[in-house]
């Protein structure tokens, strides 16, 4: 596997907790000291949770718990890119309720947001 999978592996944990963190610093650390920024390594996998969404979108509870305990590590670390969070926040506003017709918030404003997000990487 490569490392963004890995550390979304990691990241499908039910909840962060101590030992979590423990862990997935100790990925993070390894990647950091090979080289990686901290802060592109957060944003990359904020990214592939978003993508992954994107791809399977009746897999959001996945997605959502990935993206929330990325945030756990970020905040803990205060590495706070703007992409991970404007991913992160996208991913927040579907966890409200659902929406009209039946459709969930995370159909109505999760994948919009990060349909924006992705498109605009490709167009820098």
């Not at 390594?41 to 959001?60: R, S």
């Not at 590590?73 to 992409?83: D, K, R, V």
Request: with cysteine; net charge negative; charged share 15%.
């Amino acid at each position: 596997l490569d490392q963004l999978t890995k550390l979304y592996t990691l990241c499908l944990a039910p909840q962060p907790t101590i030992e979590w963190l423990n862990a997935f610093s100790s990925r993070m650390n390894v990647m950091i000291a090979a080289g990686a920024r901290a802060e592109e390594l957060v944003d990359a996998l904020a990214l592939y949770i978003a993508q992954g969404y994107l791809h399977h979108p009746d897999q959001f509870a996945e997605n959502d718990r990935a993206i929330n305990n990325l945030a756990a590590y970020a905040i803990q670390n205060n590495i706070l890119p703007a992409l991970f969070w404007a991913i992160y926040l996208a991913f927040d506003v579907g966890e409200i309720g659902s929406g009209q017709d039946g459709m969930s918030s995370a159909e109505i404003h999760t994948r919009p947001a990060l349909r924006r997000i992705v498109d605009s990487l490709k167009n820098q």
